[in-house]
């Protein structure tokens, strides 16, 4: 098996991103040291393990991870149209990364796929880009034992290599769940063409977190001057809860365990809601109901962590679904904690939001095939 061909700063050339990866079925057995880790496609050399600060307690659920050849990939992107972020994709470490999760009093990160993800509109790519992911998270986890989980990357909106990937990551890789961004190609995650990948995943009763996007009509300068975090991505976190719900596959897929990125976004805004939520924020919601599904969903605190959003979050949720999350590099896990305090939680609640929810909903791993 022949190594990727690598530029001057030690990644992949982009004609080297269509071919297959290298040490696939072998990985697990080169994950025995530093040297395995470092023959990772697209991963460099990773720093010394250090161990978490005596206080670090929180568990953060919303937290972001970008190899090398992932980077340079996005720098084309980039070039021919601006990344939001990209600055940050940039200038992120591995040390970098450990050092906010200390201040912040994070003992564990679970790493998952931010925008624009690895669709660029060519599926070999797509599954390169997936894989080199997948690979270098694993990598992060051997080298800071304990420090980090990983939420796989898929490579939809192709269905044969999203199939592919889901076993590979959470068989080989032994990955805690996937990660999913809420749209593909102008396709939201309960689109028709996505169900084969959600009757897999319930199969295996895995984890499910979904990130926010831009759909592919309003990634930038839609409303000029006005960054797509703004409004955008908000909205299409919404127009993926929406789909998933209205189109069944909420009720299709009892069995996996939904975390939706921001607090759920402008859903609580939306008429999709209206009705049911005022008749009946008091009353146990009806089976398979809109309700039941979005008060079963889990939910996590970045670009939220404040008592408007908290609030309104839960009159519609039990604590029990409110999941500690930073959205690291983008803010500090210390930010979002500071918010939080500021947010009307008593400290038993608190308490569950920064660690205990995401313990229980942790302990049932995803299934073997």
Request: glycine content about 8%; charged content about 20%; overall charge neutral.
């Amino acid at each position: 098996m022949t190594s990727p061909q690598l530029d001057a700063q030690g990644t992949p050339s982009l004609a080297e991103m269509h071919s297959p990866c290298c040490s696939r079925r072998s990985l697990l057995g080169l994950f025995t040291g530093l040297a395995a880790v470092s023959a990772l496609p697209g991963c460099a050399q990773l720093p010394a393990a250090a161990g978490p600060s005596a206080a670090a307690s929180r568990i953060d659920m919303h937290h972001h991870f970008f190899s090398p050849a992932w980077v340079k990939r996005v720098g084309v992107q980039h070039a021919i149209q601006p990344v939001l972020g990209y600055d940050h994709f940039k200038n992120w470490t591995i040390d970098r990364d450990i050092e906010a999760m200390d201040r912040g009093g994070v003992e564990k990160a679970y790493l998952s796929v931010t925008q624009p993800g690895v669709w660029f509109g060519d599926v070999k790519e797509a599954a390169y880009l997936a894989r080199d992911l997948n690979e270098f998270g694993a990598g992060m986890q051997q080298q800071r034992k304990g420090r980090y989980g990983l939420f796989a990357v898929l490579p939809l909106p192709d269905m044969d290599a999203t199939l592919r990937e889901i076993e590979y990551a959470l068989d080989t890789l032994k990955a805690d769940g996937v990660s999913l961004l809420s749209s593909y190609d102008n396709k939201w995650l309960g689109d028709p063409s996505f169900k084969p990948m959600w009757q897999e995943l319930n199969r295996r009763k895995a984890i499910v977190y979904i990130h926010a996007t831009a759909p592919g009509c309003c990634a930038w300068n839609f409303q000029p001057g006005v960054l797509p975090t703004i409004v955008e991505l908000s909205s299409d976190l919404a127009r993926a809860m929406v789909s998933v719900v209205h189109n069944g596959i909420a009720n299709d897929t009892p069995d996996v365990r939904f975390i939706w990125s921001h607090g759920g976004g402008s859903i609580w805004s939306q008429r999709f809601l209206v009705g049911e939520t005022t008749e009946s924020l008091a009353a146990q919601a009806p089976a398979n109901s809109r309700l039941h599904h979005f008060r079963r969903f889990y939910y996590d605190t970045a670009a939220a962590a404040d008592a408007i959003h908290m609030g309104t979050l839960k009159m519609i949720v039990p604590n029990s679904q409110i999941l500690f999350g930073s959205d690291y590099p983008w803010a500090e896990p210390a930010k979002i904690a500071q918010g939080l305090e500021k947010s009307g939680f008593t400290p038993r609640e608190l308490q569950a939001v920064y660690r205990d929810n995401a313990l229980k909903m942790l302990a049932h791993k995803p299934a073997a095939r």
